[in-house]
């Protein structure tokens, strides 16, 4: 195989009238490739391999191209069109002096041109299956589009939904998102980024940015070494474990230390503690941000701190090719650290198989798809199918979902018809043209029987000053669309056609922009234009069933005490049209659990399920004084992380345990039966929580240990086993050993993290 690939390179070169660079006959071996490679490179060429730029009009392709050809461009991203990496990787891979190929990266984040559900509604089907599919198809798509690498998975725990990237990723649990992160790596990835059909995953964003404080983006993180390692750290490093191939670095600061300049992070930690020998790129501009962070006094400081803190490849700036030669020159950076970086930057384009094909994605010309956006080029079956997973029955009061086909159904909202909000951000290559909208997927689903009448209802805020933020936010097209009609007149048709249903569909929440990087919020309520039409409708009478569009957990307090069905479709993407019809209408049953917890109220906020305990700990339906407790509301979330209903009832037995002790380097199986007893065939997640009732350290009041995702018939029951052994009982202690300390625990198995069966043991 070795020997194929570099015939295939040697004549590669020599059709292109050069002289190979690197040694063919060293293809096979990783490191004497590229140290071969790097010992023909003069220091000009080495730092130009660490420059990965941005595609836009302050880059125009005749600049990139020269740029290139002169070796002063290792990699672009937001590029995906053939011709366009085509001409770029020429310039690379037959006009610079070594022939070194370019890589092209872009953020694919939760679909490319399909879209599929955003990361809080990937995390809600609670299916690895699913969602490894996803990020599969994902990669097969963006690789098709000539894209070698990806800026995802965003693994950053998020428990201040006031964040506006909560979206972006997968809840509040380490276990969760550890979960999803290995499933997204091996979907992007595949058995090899080398692959033709596989791209690089870049896990982000390292690290602790979901932590941000006040949930402000771009804010500071101050947080204990021990909760980093506890709660915060593993998915970045399932991730690593699960072969990611890169990494960008966190925009944030980490006590006092901006990530882009934290040798501790990016060399301690990452590179010795955890073996890491993939890339590290910076997120957008980072390193000229050292200044604004106050740690450097000029972007020549700012390019010393980054190189030798580790960040190998500066994003979106030019300030390594502007500074670190004459930082060499000086002493200040030493040649060895430029190797250092150069090395992984090699190594990756060796992992994404361009120095054996650097046109392994981009084709020949003959081959480009005439039309980007042919249909042909859709996954719309896998993306219906994952988006009806991601769903999270809230409330479903008097079985009014589902809806019978038959009925008179008044739609409305500002959501119900907008193809746009229903990529969600971050959506990649898709278009809103291929989205199918809630109206559209109805009017489908209904056509022939019932009768579906539609009004807009409201915008989605009538504060000017947003609608201007947002629109300015996604400068390149109009994000939010404003119906110019007073707002008391477009309630009255909503009003006037809920009166004349037998059942009223509001599709309501926040537009994609507001759930997205930089749009953090100061509440968390649905914005008052729509809760104006909702009281309204409730005023009719008619059952009131809302379909949530949203990046966050919102403050649904009236919506959830008012509504008669309440369902939780996040952002579901190009088929989400369809996918809710599918479930608002009884085709697909909802199995969707929450991935972070909903707090009554802003003033909840932290609010999530695994927190530390305390010594005087609130218990319901003891007096609250003198414990820890808000005393004007109840205490708790709204809804629980795990938590989410069917359109069928499951029950859980009693836990049993195989044993009441375990020896160390032991195992015990815990079991409960779970069973459908109500009238339909229905999906659930099982959960498994462990409970650590005395340690060296404070501990959680549980943690998510495993969980099982299966499928009953009526009537139907099933004993659930979960095998627990030392590895599920660690924790990190003071000395942030990784350890299992003797004692007492408790097992919980339920249906989400409130309602458990339990059960004890004691570890020798």
């Given amino acids: 195989m070795a020997r194929r690939f570099a015939l295939g390179l040697c004549a590669f070169l020599l059709a292109c009238g050069a002289q190979a660079a690197a040694n063919p006959a060293l293809l096979g071996d990783k490191e004497a490739f590229i140290a071969d490679l790097m010992s023909q490179m003069t220091l000009d060429e080495k730092i130009g391999q660490l420059r990965l730029i941005s595609i836009g009009p302050d880059m125009p392709r005749e600049k990139i191209a020269k740029e290139i050809a002169a070796g002063r461009i290792g990699g672009t991203f937001n590029s995906v069109v053939h011709v366009d990496n085509r001409m770029m990787q020429d310039a690379a891979a037959r006009k610079s002096r070594l022939r070194i190929p370019l890589f092209f990266a872009y953020d694919v984040v939760h679909g490319h041109r399909t879209i599929f559900p955003i990361g ?47 979206s972006e990723g997968y809840g509040e649990d380490p276990y969760l998102v550890s979960r999803i992160a290995q499933a997204t790596v091996q979907g992007y990835q595949g058995p090899s980024p080398a692959r033709a059909d596989s791209i690089m995953a870049s896990v982000k964003h390292f690290a602790l940015y979901g932590a941000v404080e006040g949930g402000r983006d771009y804010n500071v993180v101050d947080m204990s070494p021990l909760r980093m390692y506890q709660d915060y750290l593993p998915p970045y490093r399932a991730a690593i474990d699960a072969g990611a191939g890169g990494v960008m670095v966190a925009l944030n600061s980490i006590n006092g230390i901006p990530a882009s300049a934290n040798t501790w992070l990016l060399q301690d930690l990452l590179r010795k503690d955890w073996g890491f020998r993939g890339i590290a790129i910076s997120d957008h501009g980072a390193i000229t941000e050292l200044v604004r962070h106050g740690v450097a006094h000029d972007n020549r400081e700012a390019a010393r701190l980054a190189i030798k803190a580790g960040v190998d490849m500066s994003m979106a700036d030019s300030l390594y090719l502007q500074e670190l030669p004459g930082l060499v020159k000086s002493g200040e950076v030493t040649v060895a650290e430029i190797d250092r970086s150069v090395r992984n930057v090699l190594g990756a384009k060796y992992d994404m198989g361009l120095f054996h094909d650097p046109y392994l994605r981009i084709g020949a010309a003959a081959d480009d798809p005439p039309d980007l956006y042919a249909e042909s080029r859709m996954h719309r079956t896998d993306a219906r199918e994952i988006a009806r997973k991601s769903m999270v029955l809230l409330e479903n009061r008097n079985r009014a979902l589902p809806l019978d086909r038959a009925a008179t159904v008044a739609l409305v909202g500002p959501l119900a018809d907008s193809p746009l909000d229903m990529m969600g951000s971050w959506s990649a290559a898709g278009k809103s043209t291929s989205s199918v909208t809630l109206r559209q997927g109805m009017e489908e689903a209904m056509r022939g029987q019932g009768r579906l009448l539609y009004a807009r209802g409201a915008n989605i805020t009538d504060d000017a000053r947003i609608v201007d933020y947002l629109n300015f936010l996604n400068w390149d097209h109009k994000e939010v669309f404003q119906d110019p009609r007073p707002p008391a007149d477009m309630i009255a048709e909503a009003v006037r056609i809920a009166r004349q249903a037998d059942v009223i569909v509001a599709a309501v929440g926040e537009s994609r922009g507001m759930s997205h990087e930089s749009s953090s919020r100061t509440r968390l309520d649905i914005p008052a234009s729509q809760r104006a039409l909702l009281h309204a409708l409730k005023a009719t009478g008619k059952p009131l069933v809302l379909v949530l569009m949203n990046g966050r957990p919102l403050d649904l307090q009236w919506e959830s005490a008012n509504a008669d069905a309440l369902l939780e479709t996040w952002y579901s993407g190009t088929e989400g049209g369809h996918a809710i019809a599918d479930v608002v209408f009884g085709d697909y049953n909802p199995a969707g659990k929450l991935p972070i917890s909903f707090p009554r109220s802003i003033g909840q906020i932290p609010t999530y399920y695994n927190h530390p305990r305390v010594g005087r700990p609130f218990v319901e339906g003891k007096p609250g004084n003198y414990t820890s407790q808000y005393f004007e509301e109840k205490n708790g979330p709204l809804y629980p992380f795990g938590y989410g209903l069917s359109y069928t009832d499951f029950t859980v037995s009693e836990v049993s345990l195989s044993s009441a002790r375990m020896e160390r380097g032991g195992r015990l199986a815990a079991r409960a039966t779970v069973a459908n007893v109500g009238g339909r065939p229905g999906e659930t997640v099982v959960q498994l929580y462990i409970r650590d009732e005395a340690a060296s350290v404070v501990r959680p009041v549980k943690e998510l240990r495993d969980f099982q995702r299966i499928s009953l018939a009526p009537g139907e029951s099933r004993v659930i086993q979960f095998d627990i052994d030392e590895e599920d009982l660690k924790f990190f202690n003071a000395r942030l050993e990784h350890v299992a300390e003797p004692g007492a625990f408790e097992i919980q198995i339920g249906l989400d993290s409130q309602a458990v069966r339990s059960q004890r043991f004691e570890l020798q």
Avoid: H, N, Q, Y
Avoid at 134 to 156: G, H, W
């Fill in 120 to 166: 809080l509604g990937l995390a809600s089907s609670w299916d690895m299956g699913a969602i490894e599919r996803a990020a599969r198809v994902s990669a097969i798509e963006a690789a098709a589009d000539s894209l070698d690498m990806t800026f995802a998975p965003m693994v950053d725990i998020s428990r201040d939904p006031r964040w506006g990237r909560t």
